[in-house]
């Protein structure tokens, strides 16, 4: 009988242990039904109550993005909770570093499990293409049109640029403005100190930097003419030199197509490319770039700009808050010459597409929530519910004062409220150049640049252009090439090395492979 | 209930050798059942996702899984041996563990020895606690302390050099220096953490072979090479056929986190590459090959070290 009792005893606590796998596994997929069910409740609900929302249960949306700064905001933030008010929702943000967002999206799409609402930073990556290709995303283009503000506050040709290959929409775009796109600026105080004028050409910016080192108008012999950071497979912030020189303008740092006589020319095979090189090299020679800007983060470039020792950066007039609450812990004298943008270098100024990446919706989510996802943007984007990000809340994030709301920096940044631009954002013309609440003599002087600037800007003709090949094969010859600016620019190769390396490219069967792709897709798009 | 009965009786009876395997089994159900949960943790955890392997061998997209995904056979290892890229991080990856095996991998030992020899046990443990404590920190905060000490233009060293009259030196962007740098970074942090198992075994020496060698006239010296080393020869060869699998792994975080503009080309090991290629481009397939093939690799050089030290009357790994 022991026996027997022990066999039983061996195989209950199998069965037990089978039972309770069975039952684990029951109750995740109780918990998706449940899920499922809940969201289907939701939908349901809201199928004909589109036209009374405030009696419909809020729309819980899980949403992925991006945030700037060192914290994201707090979930259960004052500001957030009255923004889920204003569009009767239940938000849960997901914020994602911005130096690690493209990583962590690639991994997200890979598991399978995508929030309801994605940031797409760069749409016409090959992990997104694929995905629209395979119908993984909501093709928005019959629904988007319904919604107002949709089309009133983000541009046609924001909605134009980020066409598929098929000329659908498969997000909607997050709008920028097209004009005072990242470019140099300079310590305007420091030109001034030395009665030297705004350089309007590569020589005269050439003769500054060198002016600013030369005089150590930082104080402490650490001055250089300009701070900036490479990234591994393209010049990063240096490009607008570059771009000074060949007069092509590109994105996110890569910056390899010029348009000549309705071609499109990979622009490290110019010899303005060359030049440019050689002029950078002089210049580190003659110390007026950082000496370890090769091995500088994006944030250190940054930081050394804000400690006063660089005399120009790359960067956006409306970013001026953060460089000035940084240096006014210095000095307190500072005003916005410290970030002064420069209309144009030989030229030369970029202009931006009218959007930064969009926002998708995978098709996972069913196609009522999908309308409700679409309506809750429409909403966040009417001005009553805008107000909530754009101000924060009054006594905390701003004052008013003479009938005008002033924010109140330090508290508004502390609660990083400016990341919900992230998501949706409004802006009028000028919001590159400048920010609602900067000082109107500031607004004046940017807003004179920016204006100068739209007669000259270039935009980048190789946006949403599609090659197969280059998906592959080009991040390899860019980091090949990219070494080789580097070592060129350090000093440890020649520019003899570089004038092989074209010649290399020039017969480089997969980089001409690329180039006709690539200009295939150009006069396709142009013959529509 | 019967044939159970009669299962056990036979246990006695019958010798060993003749059991069936089910039988056997069933003796020792309960070892068995001790065993379940690690045998299903490495089921389900270790051989199961193995099966994404076969993506390797695939055009893998995401949206459509890997079942439905087009198959392309080796199109991605070709891809990756025709590739000039292929050379170069076979270089830099071998070069980088050689480094380690040699300059790294016997100062361990070194210390151990040296350790063993002191007379004070307070100050024994006083060392060792030190030369623990590099090991706790993360690669990111070494390559940090790194930037501070060594960056041209506020690095503590290069004001030093300075002070002195000569020239910075770019420790950071020169790539002749670059394997070394990670070497020494290695050695800083995670040689005192290797004394560990060292000093283990050699705690269980005999201490009457000591006393022996000492009868017989052997001074320090001696009866550190003929008894310490010879006591703790299988761990050494253990530990190095471990080490020699591990050859195409060099760490991702610490190159990755030292490399630069400058000295990428001396930098990007198959590690960084199967990073920039997978998750930064999201070239799935191609960089599962590259995974594939790094791994193949280490178990070959594994399984050729074991048989070599059986050759040679070694006790292997396995």
Redesign the interface.
Same mark, same amino acid.
């Given at each position: 009988m022991f026996k027997v009792n022990r066999n039983s005893w061996w195989k209950t606590s199998f069965l037990v242990l089978i039972a309770l796998s069975v039952v684990l596994a029951g109750c995740s997929s109780n918990n998706q039904n449940s899920q499922n069910t809940k969201g289907n409740n939701n939908t349901s609900s809201s199928g004909n109550a589109g036209s009374v929302p405030a009696k419909e249960e809020p729309l819980k949306v899980s949403i992925m993005s991006h945030f700037f700064q060192d914290t994201p905001p707090d979930k259960g933030g004052e500001v957030q909770q009255r923004m889920q008010e204003a569009l009767n929702a239940e938000l849960d943000i997901q914020w994602v570093s911005v130096n690690n967002y493209e990583d962590r999206f690639n991994v997200t799409v890979a598991s399978g499990d995508l929030p309801e609402l994605v940031l797409v930073r760069d749409p016409f990556s090959s992990v997104f293409r694929t995905g629209v290709e395979q119908g993984a995303f909501w093709d928005i283009t019959p629904y988007y049109k319904d919604y107002g503000n949709l089309t009133q506050s983000i541009s046609e040709t924001a909605w134009n640029l980020t066409k598929m290959k098929d000329g659908k929409n498969y997000g909607v775009p997050r709008p920028r403005p097209t004009e005072g796109e990242t470019f140099f600026a300079i310590r305007k105080d420091w030109l001034d100190q030395l009665n030297l004028e705004l350089p309007t050409t590569t020589d005269e910016l050439y003769a500054v930097m060198k002016a600013f080192v030369e005089n150590d108008m930082a104080g402490n012999g650490q001055t250089v003419g300009f701070s900036g950071y490479v990234n591994p497979d393209n010049m990063g912030n240096f490009s607008p030199f570059i771009s000074s020189f060949t007069g092509a303008n590109g994105s996110s740092g890569n910056v390899e197509w010029k348009l000549v006589d309705d071609q499109l020319v990979y622009v490290d095979t110019l010899p303005e490319t060359r030049q440019a090189l050689e002029y950078l090299a002089r210049a580190y020679k003659d110390k007026l770039l950082p000496a370890d800007f090769a091995s500088l983060r994006s944030s250190q470039s940054v930081d050394l700009y804000k400690a006063g020792n660089a005399g120009m950066i790359v960067e956006k007039g409306a970013s001026i808050s953060e460089y000035l609450s940084a240096m006014s812990a210095s000095n307190s004298d500072v005003d916005y010459q410290v970030l002064y943008p420069l209309t144009s270098i030989n030229g030369y100024n970029p202009r931006a597409g009218g959007f930064n990446g969009m926002l998708a919706i995978p098709k996972s989510v069913p196609e009522e929530k999908m309308k409700r996802i679409l309506s809750m943007l429409n909403t966040w984007m009417s001005d009553e519910a805008y107000e909530i990000q754009q101000w924060g809340i009054e006594g905390v994030h701003h004052k008013v004062e003479n009938g005008k709301k002033v924010i109140i920096e330090e508290k508004f940044a502390v609660d990083s409220i400016a990341n919900y631009n992230q998501i949706v954002f409004k802006h009028g013309p000028y919001a590159s150049s400048y920010g609602d609440h900067h000082p109107d003599e500031m607004k004046e002087a940017f807003g004179k640049i920016q204006e100068e600037r739209t007669k000259s800007s270039v935009p980048d003709y190789s946006v949403g252009l599609y090659s197969e090949t280059a998906q592959t094969y080009l991040p390899e010859i860019r980091k090949k090439t990219q070494d080789l600016k580097i070592k060129i620019i350090l000093g440890n190769k020649s520019i003899g090395d570089w004038d092989a390396h074209v010649e290399t490219l020039k017969n480089d069967t997969t980089l001409n492979k690329i180039i006709e792709e690539i200009n295939a897709s150009y006069n396709a798009r142009a013959s529509e | 209930?019967n044939s &159970?009965?009669t299962a +056990?009786n036979e246990k006695t009876v019958i010798p060993r050798q003749k059991y069936h395997l089910g039988k056997r089994m069933f003796r020792d159900?309960?070892l068995y *059942?001790l065993a379940?949960p690690g045998l299903l943790f490495f089921l389900i955890l270790k051989f199961v996702p193995m099966g994404g392997i076969v993506i390797a061998f695939q055009n893998y997209?995401?949206?459509?899984g890997i079942l439905k995904s087009p198959w392309v056979g080796f199109d991605h290892f070709i891809r990756l041996f025709t590739?000039d890229?292929f050379w170069l991080l076979l270089r830099n990856t071998m070069a980088i563990s050689l480094l380690n095996l040699f300059f790294f991998f016997p100062l361990p030992i070194i210390i151990s020895l040296l350790l063993n020899e002191l007379r004070s046990n307070r100050y024994k443990r006083v060392i060792q606690t030190i030369i623990y404590l590099p090991h706790f920190l993360s690669w990111v905060i070494i390559v940090s302390l790194t !930037?501070l000490m060594l960056?041209?233009?506020q690095g503590v060293i290069n004001q030093v050099i300075e002070m002195a009259g000569y020239d910075?030196y770019?420790f *950071? &962007?020169e790539?002749k220096i670059f394997w070394l740098m990670l070497t020494l970074q290695s050695i800083w942090k995670d040689a005192g953490w290797g004394t560990i198992i060292f000093l283990a075994a050699m705690a269980s020496v005999d201490p009457q072979l000591y006393e022996a060698a000492k009868m017989d006239g052997a001074g320090r010296l001696r009866s550190m090479w003929h008894v310490t080393l010879p006591a703790i020869r299988n761990v050494v060869v253990i530990l190095f056929i471990l080490q020699l699998g591990n050859i195409m792994d060099v760490g991702f975080e610490q190159v990755f986190l030292m490399? /630069?503009? +400058?000295v990428? /080309?001396v930098a990007e090991v198959f590690e960084t590459y199967v990073y920039?290629?997978g998750?930064?481009?999201?070239? !799935?397939s191609f960089s599962t090959a590259v995974g594939l093939f790094k791994s193949a690799i280490g178990l070959i050089l594994v399984v050729m070290a074991n048989y070599m030290s059986k050759k040679m009357g070694e006790e292997g790994v396995f």
């Open positions: - | 209930m &159970t009965v +056990a159900r309960y *059942l379940l997209s995401h949206y459509i590739g890229q !930037f960056s041209v233009s910075k770019p *950071l &962007t790539p490399g /630069n503009g +400058a990428s /080309n920039r290629m998750i930064q481009q999201g070239q !799935f």
